[in-house]
């Protein structure tokens, strides 16, 4: 994913902080997360950060972007979120799609009052050139209604 696409994420409200660590089987586990790390002069490659590497380059002012996983783009595209499928292997033209939420059309109002068991639902579809790009892209849709 490209550095614009991911500050569109950071503006539009996407979660920055690492992943949440976990105790298992008597171990705890503290993951990382990717960032890239966005300079005046130039963005670093990307780095990885716990946690706590993450609140401290917060307090020493670090402007930390996220690189997200597919799983927590999905997550924050919400419970509508139905599918991900490639469209094109040519083009690499991935499409995500979740449904929004019931339409309540004079249209959906008719069809529904006649066939109640019709689900009457507005979609949110998004493309990309990779499975990311396209739930972020969906995601970025979503929380922009909001």
Not at 93 to 98: M, S
Request: proline letters at 5%.
């Amino acid at each position: 994913m490209d550095i614009k696409l991911l500050e569109k994420l950071k503006k539009a409200g996407f979660p920055q902080e690492p992943k949440a660590g976990f105790e298992e089987g008597g171990f705890v586990y503290e993951p990382t997360s990717e960032y890239i790390l966005v300079k005046e002069e130039a963005c670093s490659p990307k780095v990885r950060a716990t946690l706590i590497d993450w609140k401290n380059g917060i307090a020493r002012g670090d402007n930390l972007i996220k690189i997200p996983t597919l799983e927590e783009l999905i997550d924050w595209c919400g419970d509508g979120f139905l599918c991900l499928e490639l469209q094109c292997p040519f083009e690499g033209k991935w499409i995500a799609q979740t449904k929004t939420h019931e339409c309540d059309c004079k249209k959906c109002k008719k069809i529904l009052k006649e066939n109640p068991e019709h689900l009457a639902v507005n979609w949110e579809v998004a493309e990309g050139k990779t499975p990311k790009e396209a739930v972020a892209r969906l995601g970025l849709a979503l929380h922009e209604e909001v």
